[in-house]
Structure formats: C-alpha cells, structure tokens
C-alpha cells in the first residue's frame, strides 16, 4: 500500500460527493448507503496518488513558481468526480 494514501487528506464529505453522484447514476436504490459509502471510498483511494503525487517540472520557469504544500485539494477531487461522471454517461 502507497504510504500517501493513509496520511491522505480526502475528508469525508469528498466520499459522501461521490457515493451519491454514483447512487443517482444507478437510480437511486434504497438500502445500500453503505454500499455506495465503501465503493465510493475505494474509488477515492484507487485514484487519489493521481492528484497527490506532485507533477513532474518540464520547464526551467516552474522551479522559480511557487510550489503548493500539499498534494491534493477539492477541486483535483472534483473535476475527478466529473470526469468519471462524463465517463459513465457514455
């Protein structure tokens, strides 16, 4: 297991987002929050060293730019969840 992952900082309302985009893509069945909860969870976790891991520098420029102090924000975990929306809806 990836050491980020367990010191990552997804919260909670990041799972919640995304379960319930993934339960209104199946229609909304009733009885399986938790369901939804874990999946929605592991699918967090499956992904998140995409937004964590820092980007490689490809210009001389971008050492010179200040650096960003930590991995992963919202908006990396939302345009994520968009981007699996788009994809489902295909």
């Not at 730019?65 to 788009?86: D, I, P």
């Amino acid at each position: 297991m990836n050491p980020n992952i367990s010191s990552a900082k997804f919260n909670q309302d990041d799972i919640a987002r995304l379960a319930y985009l993934n339960w209104q893509k199946d229609g909304g069945p009733q009885g399986r929050d938790m369901a939804y909860w874990l999946e929605a969870e592991t699918q967090i976790k499956a992904t998140w060293h995409l937004v964590a891991a820092p980007a490689p520098e490809t210009k001389p420029e971008a050492s010179r730019q200040k650096k960003s102090k930590g991995g992963a924000t919202a908006s990396n975990l939302n345009t994520l969840v968009a981007q699996k929306l788009a994809r489902s809806r295909n």
